[in-house]
């Protein structure tokens, strides 16, 4: 009997304007790769993420649909020509309409009910189409497909014309101009707004009163421009007016008038966002408008209460860092939120006591495909290293609160400026890590990081009363991070991006804080590889750091060995013909295990008394059994056996006999049967840190799920993860954490993918 329980998951949004929502109940919905991910922001101290996993592509942008006092369904938007409705039910989340028909990716989506329960959707795609969707009595059929020629669509909003009770349709095209769509018959062009210089990027509609609405349009010219819409009176006005255009809709003359336009943007404005709320004073209706920027900073306007001008009465926004500004915002209840060109949610709560807009905690992640992850020693932390060229840090948050612990990212010791590619944890406060480069970087915990993981873990390093640098900041044109010691006062004029400042920490740091505060002192870079390196694993002991790269040939395909204490290269081990794909040292320190793209496995043992290895035993062509490239390898925990996964869908166990054979097997052979999984790849397999009879496996394919099987002669398959709890692309690398004394029955399984995730599971076999 399996039961697997949600511990941790940690991802970034996508990098897209319209790709995360907020809704008054405080659920967030944002896309993740080709997932829709729901963040409960009222949860603590468990994982406030359900991850629905539908689209086959990359989703483009997310919608919540909101009722007056309910929001149960959501739109998403995909690359793979699809869009889908989704509907809260019974506990769960599940697609109830998917609307398929475009011939291109779908970017941006829209909807709005009418009559109850009824739905009208827009979906606009790079076809240059937009299609209209209607439900009735739970059915959606496709309506109409609005045809922009060679236009593209950018932003759509759809909102209920007042007096008339019909949809009104406007789409930003890329001709700098919004076009108005109403329904007669069917949709057709009533009106075109002229105005913005370059795309618009960004709507949104508010009612004001029984015959008027008023549109905000966002730009990348970096203005905001505020039209009001309103029913048309003939009136003879004496005095001078704003100049009104008219238009035809639904039997009624509407006026349109520019009503404002807002300048305090230097930068490209993606988003905007209205919101109503009521003067306590006077009940009368008071609004705000948040925009974001790509020039770091998110901006509510409101109307002065004398003369009603639109001014600034907020601004917040990045300090330094590297990102490149906010791609949208939105608003949530008593708070606002940005998310970031980095795919980091930012989100600002007010300060009752001092009235003050404040960063509070918020989930995070990588933006890109996860590569590697490793646990420390003893399971104090987990470290992760991507594609998005950044290593980050994830640990328990033990609040005061009694809420149990809540995992959280608390250090990105490295942002780099080439794809991480794999890790090695050499000690507690010390990790080598390989990127597409030919050297490997070896990082140490700085004094900052160790009291602040005190602080918010409540857990300490042994041996990490040495006092070393404070911290590490990245020099304007360096790639290395450059250690700062205490004391040390910055130089270099005003340049202050991306400079070190120490700071006390009692909770999760803030985006801001990771992106500048948390970088960890690089010490040494190991030189002797001729192409990227691929994969690297240190020993247990903490002694030993092996390295492998990428590689054509067989003296490129060597294995090197490094000596942790003084970083010198002790050996070249040579014995496969292409790339080493993964390498792992046995529990005791002994052995070296690696697989390759040549299909094969090599296992070195070490000389008595010696950092030196030699071969032990390998396959070849008459012995090897995989039979395409071999991905992945690990130990059980006793080192009683290992085993060996390929890209055919084979899981092999091997382990010492009884009897030795002149074959370059020598005293090794085949535990049993292979477990052949059909049409799958086997990407990542590990052992469950148990020391009984049967072996408990852990095996990750490149669909995403994650089979649990117990082996004792023969297999048998316990649990399957799906897409739900475990991945939607490939599965790179499982690892159970250390074993500890807290731990019961449980034990945590960490898992990590192509498609941004890092995810924890709490695995309990009874």
Known sequence: MVT????????????????????????????????????????AGQDPLTVLSHHRLRVNSVKWLQKQNSCTELLSCSADKTAAIWTFDNGGWKVTSTLTGHENGVTCITGVYINGDDLVVYTGSIDSTVRVWKRKDGTTTHKQTISLQSGLCLTLYAHILPIVNKPILFCALDDHKIHIFAEEAEYHRVHTLVGHEDWVRGLDVIGVDNNTIMLASASQDT????????????????????????FQANGITWSVKLDAVLAGHEGWVYGVQWQKDYDK???????????????????????????????????????????????????????????????????????????????????????????????????????????????????????????????????????????????????PTCYASAAE???LRVFRAPHNFVQNFKNIVGDTFVGDGVKGPEGASVPSLGLSNKAVFSGEEQTGGDDNDGYFVPIELHEPPTEET??????????????????????????????????????STVDHAAVLLWDTSNWQQIQKLISHNLTVTQLAFSPDSRHLLSVSRDRRWTLF?????????????????????????????????????FGTGSREGKVCLWSKTDSSSDTSLRDYGLLGKPLEIPNASVTAITFAPL????????????????????????????????????????VKRLVFRPPRKEDNNEMLLASCGSDHFVRINSINIS
């Open 691 to 730: 020391k009984q009879e049967d072996l408990i496996i852990a095996v990750g394919l490149e669909s995403g799920i994650i089979r649990i099987y117990s082996f004792n002669i023969s297999w048998s398959l316990l649990h399957e993860l799906d897409s739900s709890i475990a991945h939607h692309l490939t």
């Open 437 to 439: 480069e030919k050297v």
């Open 605 to 641: 043992r070490r000389v008595q008394d010696s950092n030196r290895f030699e071969v032990a035993a390998c396959t070849d062509k008459t012995n090897g059994v995989h039979t395409r490239i071999i991905w992945c390898c690990s130990w059980a925990i006793d080192g009683r056996a």
């Open 4 to 43: 697997v329980k949600q511990v941790y998951t940690s991802v970034a949004c996508n990098r897209l304007p319209e790709i995360v929502d907020w809704n008054k109940d405080g659920l967030m919905c944002f896309g993740a790769s080709n997932a829709v991910v729901i963040y409960d922001t009222n949860l």
């Open 281 to 427: 004073a006077t009940n009368q209706p008071t609004y705000r408008l948040l925009s974001s920027s790509l020039d770091k900073t998110l901006i509510i306007w409101q109307p002065e209460s004398h003369g009603g001008a639109w001014v600034e009465s907020v601004r917040v926004g990045e300090v330094g860092g590297n990102g490149l500004g906010f791609y949208g915002s939105r608003f949530g209840p008593d708070a606002f939120m940005g998310h970031g060109y980095n795919g980091s949610l930012h989100v600002w709560k007010l300060d009752k006591e001092t009235n003050q807009w404040r960063p509070s905690v918020v989930v995070g992640g990588h933006f890109s495909g996860v590569e590697d992850i490793r646990w420390e020693g003893e399971g104090k932390y987990l470290l992760s290293v991507s594609l998005d060229q950044t290593a980050r840090l994830h640990a328990p948050w033990n609040r005061d609160d009694d809420t149990g612990p809540e995992w959280h990212e608390l250090a990105r010791p490295q942002v780099h400026g080439y794809d991480l590619a794999s890790l090695a944890i050499i000690s």
């Open 223 to 246: 203005y905001i421009r505020l039209w009001r819409i309103q029913r048309h009176e003939d009136k003879i006005v004496k005095e001078i007016k704003v100049e009104e255009k008219v």
């Open 514 to 551: 990771l992106m500048q505060n948390t970088l960890w002192p690089e010490t040494h870079k190991l030189y002797g590889h001729g192409y990227e390196v691929f994969c690297t694993d240190s020993s247990s002991d903490g002694t030993l750091l092996a390295s492998a790269a990428k590689a």
